[in-house]
């Protein structure tokens, strides 16, 4: 199974952005496809954006589209997500997860085996 280690979340202003890594070990990196999600307070964990195994193909929310984008270096067993425009209602814990051996990237949470532990973004207004 692979581990999974988020970092890179913060306080940033409106407007400001952020790039957030996702370490993974343990396992053959290019046999997941990644994602990342958020949950905010009170809300339920929501898709952000997701990438193919080779990184050829990325998917993303309509609310972050345009701002946010999803890669990963498969070198260094690593996925990122590079935040711009951030605004207040990105605020949330980020989590990146993974999908083993799945060709098709799904927007569904309860489909990636694993999780790493989060990481917080704060957007000021």
């Known amino acids: 199974q692979v581990q999974l280690v988020e970092s890179g979340g913060g306080l940033v202003q409106t407007g400001g952005s952020l790039r957030l890594s996702c370490v993974a070990s343990?396992?053959?990196?290019?046999?997941?496809?990644m994602g990342w999600f958020r949950q905010a307070p009170g809300k339920e964990r929501e898709f952000v954006a997701t990438?193919?195994?080779?990184?050829?193909?990325?998917f993303y929310s309509d609310s972050v589209k345009g701002r946010f984008t999803i890669s990963r270096d498969n070198a260094k067993t690593t996925v990122y997500l590079q935040m711009t425009s951030l605004k207040p209602e990105d605020t949330a814990v980020y989590y990146c997860?993974?999908?083993?051996?799945?060709?098709?990237?799904?927007?569904?949470?309860?489909?990636?085996?694993?999780w790493g532990q989060g990481t917080q973004v704060t957007v000021s207004s």
């Open positions: 997860a993974a999908d083993r051996d799945v060709l098709i990237p799904t927007l569904r949470a309860g489909a990636y085996d694993y």
């Open positions: 343990g396992d053959l990196f290019s046999r997941y496809i």
């Open positions: 990438i193919t195994r080779s990184g050829g193909s990325t």
